[in-house]
């Protein structure tokens, strides 16, 4: 479980002493902490929190990829635009609001279910508190390093949704969805399990959030596309209308760039550089992509008749969500069966949400939510933490996503009333590009 808050667990334990002692002595604390053994330790621990902070970045570059090349071509300006603010926002409104109030440490309210943040996070206000936070008085590496490797993993639940309810939304009333989501919706729940609250008290576990970030994405996705609608001309009287993407060799680059930065996603949610741990992770996270790309190559194959690369590229991203929740603790040759069976699980849902008329053209419903919530149950399935089981995890996973689908719901429909969700049906047909930005992703110049 992660206990970023090291303070409240220091006071805990009365151990409290070397925070105060750093606090109160000023900045020779650092000069000395520096000459002691323990600073190369603290310098390689802190240094890989950073690079796995750039490597989840990335991440946002693989996902206006994914949406660019799975949509039409018409839209790619309007996709790789919301992907420019999500990341842009996510990361502001979390230091302004979210850090605090997803790591409250003793301000809760409501039995450990609502923690309070407050307006500024206090570890960038004081000289006294930076000079502490500087050394392992805080934890294995800064409070600056945990700030931007959190921001990181904040603004991915808002990109979750940017590609489900991709081609027909208007573009000012998502800016101010995803800003509410990322700010103040989903601190609240990954408080309730990082931030020590009640599922933390249950003993639920979610290693690098396969239900705090990914279903927690995936089903207030689920709640927008079902306020929006579907896009126009895809599901007819005579059946489905596949709309095709237009660059599936930019969706793949994309698939790949988020391959690359989960190694960061997880690997950095070991909190330190510690050589057993971030090796077991990588191992563990690969293996469980690479048969997710299997499970959905056979199971589409058999349904669909044909290998579909689509398919193929959603596979391997929802065995990487399944092996979110427990890539420190499911043995490597388990991880083969979460991500299989994910990657299985994956078409049968594309599949499933179509027959439904449930419109997501990336699959992100499908391979964030559902196979997230496939992915916090491998935990007691197939992990070896003691006292981790079947009933929380559940427990835990449904709470998450029932509470993301209610908030996402509510926000965006009271959006919908007061300015609308939807473009018109003459600009959906013209495509984004030129009725929200007035400028074409592809200059054609050929006379």
């Not at 992915?375 to 197939?382: H, K, N, S």
Request: net charge negative; hydrophobic share 55%.
């Amino acid at each position: 479980m992660r206990k970023l808050l090291l303070f409240t667990a220091l006071s805990a334990l009365g151990l409290t002493s070397a925070y105060a002692q750093a606090e109160a002595a000023g900045p020779e604390t650092l000069d000395a902490f520096k000459a002691t053994p323990e600073y190369a330790k603290f310098m390689i621990d802190n240094l890989w929190i950073l690079i796995s902070a750039a490597l989840v970045f990335i991440m946002h570059l693989g996902f206006a990829s994914v949406e660019a090349g799975m949509c039409q071509r018409k839209n790619t300006v309007n996709i790789m635009f919301k992907n420019v603010f999500i990341v842009c926002i996510g990361a502001v409104g979390y230091m302004l609001w979210g850090f605090n109030a997803m790591y409250p440490g003793d301000a809760w309210s409501a039995a450990d279910i609502f923690a309070l943040g407050s307006p500024i996070s206090k570890g960038f206000a004081s000289d006294a508190d930076q000079v502490a936070n500087l050394t392992n008085a805080y934890a294995d590496y800064t409070y600056w390093s945990d700030f931007i490797f959190q921001a990181m993993f904040a603004a991915t639940a808002a990109t979750i949704v940017s590609g489900a309810v991709a081609e027909r939304v208007k573009l000012t009333s998502f800016m101010i969805y995803a800003t509410i989501l990322v700010t103040f919706l989903y601190p609240v729940t990954g408080s309730w399990e990082w931030g020590a609250g009640w599922l933390d008290d249950k003993d639920f576990a979610d290693f690098a959030g396969s239900s705090l970030v990914h279903a927690f994405g995936g089903f207030a996705a689920l709640a927008a596309v079902i306020v929006l609608g579907p896009r126009k001309g895809k599901f007819t009287k005579d059946g489905i209308k596949p709309i095709l993407p237009s660059n599936l060799p930019l969706a793949n680059i994309g698939v790949f760039l988020l391959f690359l930065g989960w190694f960061g996603f997880n690997g950095g949610s070991v909190l330190s550089a510690d050589a057993a741990g971030v090796s077991f992770v990588f191992v563990t996270t690969a293996m469980a992509g690479f048969t997710g790309g299997l499970g959905a190559i056979a199971t589409s194959w058999i349904v669909l008749k044909k290998p579909d690369l689509s398919m193929a590229l959603n596979g391997m991203l929802a065995g990487l969500v399944g092996i979110t929740a427990g890539a420190d603790t499911i043995p490597p040759y388990a991880a083969l069966a979460v991500g299989a069976i994910a990657g299985v699980i994956v078409v049968l849902s594309v599949t499933f949400f179509d027959k439904i008329k449930i419109d997501d053209p990336v699959g992100a419903i499908s391979v964030h939510g559902v196979c997230g919530i496939w992915g916090t149950l491998c935990v007691a399935i197939f992990g070896t933490t003691e006292g981790v089981t079947f009933g929380v995890q559940l427990l835990g996973t449904l709470s998450i996503s029932a509470f993301a689908f209610v908030t996402s719901f509510a926000v965006f429909y009271a959006i919908k009333l007061i300015m609308g969700v939807r473009v018109d049906e003459q600009e959906e047909h013209e495509g984004l590009d030129v009725a929200e930005h007035g400028s074409p992703a592809y200059n054609d110049s050929t006379p």
